[in-house]
C-alpha cells in the first residue's frame, strides 16, 4: 500500500507536470477565452486535477473556471521535481472549487491544485492507516491515523522506528516519504518478539524467500498478476431515466479488490496498466465478465444498455471490435445495447479514432463522449466524429445549486448538447437539487450516488427487481438464463 501511495504521487506529478509545460508551451494571452479554455479543458481531462489556476503576484487572476481575483492563503513550499521546473506546495483550493487544502505544482505563473482528498482515496480499508511526507519527515496527508499520534510519530523518524502494536511499511523516494501502518501483531512481530532463534537459524531462507516475494509483489507485478488470476471484478452502476424512473441501462465498472480484502479504486491501477502496456488485457477481462455476468440480462431486455469504458489505445487500434464480437454479441447482445464511452485523450491521433468509431458506428454501437470538458477543440470532436451520446462529467453536476462560478458551464454543456442533437447523461448526480436542475433542463438520464452506486451483478438484479417498472427486467433475465 505505502508503495501505492507513492506511484500515485508520482504518477499524478509526472502527468501534471506535463499538463503545465504544454501550458506554457501553448502561450496564449493570459486570462482570454482561448485560455481559459484550454485550463478548462485540461482540468475535465484529468481526474486528479481540481483547478489550475493563473497567479501573478499570489494573486489569481483567472482559473480553470473562468476570471474572477482571489488570494492564495499562506503557502509553504515543500519540495521540487528533480528536474527543478516544478515545485510543490501546501495550498488551498480556490472558492469556487470549494476551498479545502491541496497539493499544488507550481510552474511560472501556473498553479495546478490537487485536492488532497484524491490521495485518501487510495485504500477502503478501515483499520489500515496511510501518511505521505516530505523527505524530510513532515506529513502532507495522513490517511485514518490514530488518536495516538502513531502514523504521525513513525513519520517523523522517517520509519526508522518502530511504533509498538503497529505493523509498518515505509517506501522512500527521492522527494516523498510513504508509510503504512496497521495495528496488531503480524508475522514479522511474531517472529521478531517470539521466536529469534527459529529468525536466526531460518534467516538466510526467510530473506531469500523475502527476495522473491518483493520482487513479485511490485505494484505492477501484483496488478499483472490479478489481471492473469481474473482477480478484478466488474461492478455495474444503473443509469436511470428520471421521468419514469426506469433504470435503462448501467456502466461498467473495475473494480479490484486484493488478497488482503483492500479495495484499489480504478483511477489508481488504470493508469499504471496504462504506463505498463496492460490495458488490452484489462479491456479484454472487461469484455469476458460483463459478456458472462451481464450477457443473459442485456439478451432478454432489448431496452437495456451495458456502457464500457474504452482507453485510447483501444480506440486508435481499433482492436477492441473483434474483442467486442467475440465476447458480448456470441452472448447475445445487440450491438445497439453497448454504448463504447471514449474520452477526449483517445482523439490523440485523430485519424485512427475517427476509422475506428466510424466503423464501431455502421456495426451498430453507441458511441459516448465521456468526461466531456467544454474547451474549443471538443466542439471540433463532436461536429466531426460519429457521437451519439454525451455523459457530462460529474465535475461540471457538483457545482449546481453551489452558487460557485463553474456552476453556469452546465447550461453551455447542455445547450450545445442539445443543438447537436446528442443523448445527455449527468455523471455523478449526488443531491436532489443537481436532479431538479438537470430535470427542468431536459436532460432525463442521470447516473450518480442519489440513485445507486457500482454494485456487484448480484446486487444489480436485485436492484433492478425493487424499481417499479423494471421489475420485468429482472424476471426476464432469469427466464432467459433458465432456458
Ligand atoms: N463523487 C461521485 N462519484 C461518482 C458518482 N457516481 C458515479 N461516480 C463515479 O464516477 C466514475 C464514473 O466513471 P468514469 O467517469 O467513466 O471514470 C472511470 C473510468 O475513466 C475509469 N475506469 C473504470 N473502469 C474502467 C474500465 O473498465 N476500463 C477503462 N478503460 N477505464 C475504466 O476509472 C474512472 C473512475 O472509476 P470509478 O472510481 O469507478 O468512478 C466512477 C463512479 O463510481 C457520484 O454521484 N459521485
Redesign the pocket.
Same mark, same amino acid.
Given at each position: 500500500m505505502a508503495q501505492l501511495l507513492i506511484t500515485r504521487e508520482e504518477l499524478t506529478v509526472e502527468q501534471i507536470s506535463a499538463i503545465l509545460n504544454q501550458l506554457s508551451w501553448a502561450n496564449l494571452p493570459p486570462c482570454g477565452n482561448e485560455h481559459i479554455g484550454l485550463m478548462r479543458q485540461l482540468t475535465v481531462n484529468t481526474?486528479a486535477l481540481d483547478e489550475i489556476a493563473y497567479v501573478t503576484d499570489g494573486l489569481a487572476t483567472c482559473s480553470s473556471w473562468g476570471e474572477g481575483l482571489y488570494e492564495f492563503g499562506e503557502e509553504a513550499v515543500i519540495g521540487r521535481t528533480s528536474d527543478g521546473q516544478t515545485s510543490f506546495m501546501l495550498s488551498y483550493m480556490s472558492p469556487s472549487s470549494g476551498g479545502g487544502r491541496a497539493l499544488a505544482l507550481s510552474q511560472g505563473p501556473y498553479r495546478a491544485l490537487i485536492s488532497l482528498k484524491y490521495f485518501v *482515496?487510495v485504500i477502503a480499508e478501515p483499520k489500515m492507516q496511510m501518511g505521505l511526507a516530505t523527505h524530510d519527515g513532515r506529513p502532507v496527508i495522513t490517511i485514518g491515523s490514530s488518536p495516538d499520534g502513531a502514523l504521525e510519530k513513525a513519520l517523523l523518524t522517517k520509519g526508522a522506528v518502530q511504533i509498538p502494536g503497529y505493523q509498518q511499511a515505509v517506501v522512500n523516494s527521492p522527494q516523498w516519504i510513504s508509510m503504512a501502518m496497521y495495528p496488531g501483531g503480524g508475522f514479522f512481530q511474531y517472529l521478531r518478539t517470539e521466536h529469534d532463534g527459529l529468525l536466526i537459524a531460518g534467516g538466510l531462507v526467510f530473506l531469500l524467500t523475502l527476495g522473491i516475494w518483493m520482487r513479485r509483489s511490485s505494484p505492477r507485478d501484483e496488478l499483472r498478476a490479478a489481471i492473469r488470476s481474473e482477480e478484478l471484478s466488474?461492478?455495474y452502476?444503473p443509469i436511470i431515466n428520471q421521468r419514469s424512473g426506469e433504470c435503462v441501462g448501467a456502466?461498467?465498472?473495475?473494480?479490484w479488490r486484493q488478497s488482503d480484502n483492500t479495495w484499489i479504486?480504478? *483511477?489508481l491501477f488504470?493508469p499504471m496498466a496504462e504506463a505498463n502496456r496492460l490495458?488490452a488485457p484489462?479491456?479484454d477481462l472487461?469484455l469476458r465478465t460483463v459478456a458472462n455476468e451481464m450477457g443473459p440480462l442485456l439478451k432478454a431486455n432489448p431496452e437495456l444498455h451495458i456502457?464500457?469504458?474504452?482507453?485510447a489505445e483501444?480506440v486508435s487500434t481499433g482492436r477492441v471490435l473483434g474483442v467486442l464480437e467475440n465476447t458480448l454479441i456470441v452472448a447475445g447482445v445487440r450491438p445497439r445495447q453497448i454504448w463504447l464511452?471514449v474520452?477526449e485523450r483517445s482523439f490523440m491521433d485523430i485519424e485512427s479514432a475517427r476509422t475506428m468509431l466510424q466503423q464501431a458506428h455502421d456495426r451498430g454501437y453507441i458511441i459516448a463522449i465521456?468526461?466531456f470538458g467544454s474547451g474549443y477543440s471538443s466542439l471540433q470532436y463532436l461536429q466531426s466524429l460519429p457521437v451519439d451520446v454525451l455523459?457530462v462529467?460529474?465535475s461540471f453536476?457538483?457545482p449546481i445549486g453551489t452558487g460557485a462560478v463553474s456552476s453556469h458551464v452546465i447550461y453551455h454543456i447542455i445547450e450545445m448538447g442539445k443543438s447537436l442533437n446528442l443523448v445527455l447523461v449527468a455523471?455523478?448526480?449526488?443531491t436532489q437539487t443537481q436532479a431538479n436542475y438537470l430535470a427542468d433542463q431536459g436532460v432525463s438520464l442521470v447516473?450518480?450516488?442519489?440513485y445507486a452506486?457500482?454494485m456487484p451483478i448480484r446486487e444489480l438484479h436485485e436492484f433492478l427487481g425493487q424499481r417499479p417498472s423494471a421489475g420485468r427486467l429482472a424476471a426476464a433475465a432469469s427466464r432467459a438464463e433458465a432456458v
Open positions: 481526474p *482515496d466488474v461492478h452502476q456502466e461498467a465498472l473495475l473494480r479504486q480504478p *483511477d488504470i490495458m484489462l479491456t472487461l456502457s464500457l469504458n474504452l482507453y483501444d464511452e474520452t465521456d468526461d455523459k462529467d460529474k453536476i457538483a455523471e455523478g448526480v449526488e447516473q450518480g450516488w442519489l452506486k457500482a
